[in-house]
C-alpha cells in the first residue's frame, strides 16, 4: 500500500471511529419530556430563571431533554410539589427555604432575621459550604439539590396603616410561610401571623381575610398584590433563598452525561436568574410607587427590630444548630473584615 492510499484509509477509519463516538455519545442523552413547576409568575425572575434553565437543558441536549414550566401553583402548592418531587410524579421544583426546613430544620439558617446586610453576603452563604452541605443531604429525602436561586429580601404590604414603627404591626393578620421561625418572628413583633400557602395569598388578601404579607417586592409586584393592598413598608427583615430541587428518581435514572447538561443548566440559569432578581428590585419598587405607599424604615427603628426579635434568634440558633449557625455567623464575620 503507498503512502497516499495508507493515510486516506487512515483518515477513513478516523472518521468512522468519531461518528461511532458522536453515535455512542448521543445515546448517552434520551429524549425527556421533564416538568418543572413553581408557585411564582412566569414573567418573574424566578420563573425567567425557570426559563433560562428549560433552553440551557435544551440547547446541551441536542433538543433531546425538554423541560416544560408549570408556574402559578398550577399543578399544586409549595408542598405538594415538594411530595411530587420526592415521589418521583415531578422532576424539578423551587421553593423558599423556610419551606424547605420542613425536611430538614437545619435550612432555617437562611431564614433568621436581619441575617444578611445584601445579596453579595446571602450568594455566598448559599453558595458557600454549608448550602453545600444541605443541598447535598438532600438526597435522604428523595431529592436532588441544585442550588439555591434568589427570591430577594422580604418586605411588608398591609391594607390598614404604613409599617413605621415595630408598634405598627400590633395585631395585624400576616400571612407567613408555614414555617415556625417566621410565625415566632411575627408573633414577637405583635402581629397576628397566619400560615398560608402563596396560591392562597391573593384571595384573601382581596376578601379582607387577611390584613397583609410579607415578600420580595418583584413577588409584590408580579402577583398583583398592589391591587388589594395599599402600604408597602421596606423593611428587608428576612431574605429568602429558592433551592432548586430535582427529584433523585428522575436522577438515578439518568446517565453521566445527561446529569452533566442538568447540572451545567442549573447553574447557568442561577447565574441569570440571581442577575435578574437584582435588576427587578429598584425597578419593582418605582413600580410599586405608583399605585402603593411606599415608606422606608429607618435605620434606627430597624435596629430596635433587631433587639425586639433577638430572642427569635437565640430561639432558632439552638433548634438549628449551634455548629451550623456559627459556621455562618463566622463566615459573614470573615466576609466582613475583609470589606
Given at each position: ?89 415531578l422532576d424539578f421544583t423551587s421553593m423558599a427555604t423556610g419551606i424547605v426546613a420542613s425536611l430538614d430544620k437545619q435550612f432555617m439558617v437562611f431564614d433568621l432575621p436581619f441575617l444578611f446586610n445584601d445579596a453579595k453576603e ?82 384573601a388578601l382581596e376578601s379582607k381575610a387577611i390584613d397583609g404579607q410579607d415578600n420580595p417586592v418583584a413577588v409584590i409586584e408580579s402577583a398583583k398584590f398592589a391591587e388589594v393592598q395599599k402600604y408597602l413598608s421596606i423593611t428587608r427583615h428576612v ?101
Amino acid at each position: 500500500m503507498n503512502l497516499h492510499l495508507l493515510k486516506t484509509t487512515l483518515a477513513i477509519a478516523g472518521l468512522a471511529f468519531a461518528a461511532a463516538s458522536g453515535v455512542a455519545q448521543a445515546q448517552d442523552i434520551k429524549e425527556r419530556n421533564l416538568r418543572f413547576a413553581f408557585s411564582l409568575a412566569k414573567d418573574h425572575p424566578l420563573g425567567q430563571g425557570a426559563q433560562k434553565f428549560a433552553d440551557a437543558v435544551a440547547a446541551r441536549s441536542g433538543g433531546k431533554m425538554k423541560v416544560s414550566l408549570f408556574p402559578n401553583a398550577v399543578l399544586g402548592s409549595d408542598p405538594q410539589n415538594l411530595s411530587a418531587v420526592r415521589g418521583g410524579t415531578l422532576d424539578f421544583t423551587s421553593m423558599a427555604t423556610g419551606i424547605v426546613a420542613s425536611l430538614d430544620k437545619q435550612f432555617m439558617v437562611f431564614d433568621l432575621p436581619f441575617l444578611f446586610n445584601d445579596a453579595k453576603e446571602a450568594y455566598a452563604i448559599t453558595d458557600g459550604p454549608v448550602a453545600t452541605r444541605l443541598l447535598d443531604g438532600l438526597s435522604a429525602h428523595g431529592l436532588v439539590g441544585l442550588g439555591i436561586w434568589d427570591l430577594g429580601f422580604r418586605n411588608m404590604t398591609n391594607s390598614k396603616r404604613p409599617i413605621v414603627r415595630a408598634e405598627d404591626m400590633q395585631g395585624l393578620k400576616m400571612r407567613v410561610i408555614s414555617s415556625p421561625i417566621f410565625i415566632d418572628l411575627f408573633t414577637t413583633l405583635g402581629a397576628n401571623p397566619l400560615p398560608m400557602t402563596f396560591g392562597e395569598v391573593y384571595g384573601a388578601l382581596e376578601s379582607k381575610a387577611i390584613d397583609g404579607q410579607d415578600n420580595p417586592v418583584a413577588v409584590i409586584e408580579s402577583a398583583k398584590f398592589a391591587e388589594v393592598q395599599k402600604y408597602l413598608s421596606i423593611t428587608r427583615h428576612v431574605y429568602t433563598g429558592m433551592p432548586f430541587m430535582m427529584s433523585k428518581k428522575t436522577w438515578d435514572g439518568m446517565s453521566a452525561d445527561e446529569r452533566k447538561v442538568i447540572r451545567e443548566a442549573a447553574q447557568e440559569a442561577k447565574t441569570e436568574e440571581r442577575k435578574l432578581t437584582q435588576q427587578k428590585e429598584a425597578q419593582a419598587i418605582d413600580n410599586l410607587r405608583k399605585t402603593m405607599t411606599v415608606n422606608e424604615v429607618s435605620e434606627a427603628e430597624m435596629a430596635r427590630w433587631r433587639q425586639k426579635v433577638q430572642p427569635v434568634m437565640d430561639k432558632f440558633s439552638r433548634e438549628i444548630g449551634e455548629g451550623v449557625v456559627g459556621e455562618v455567623n463566622a463566615e459573614l464575620a470573615r466576609m466582613r473584615a475583609a470589606r
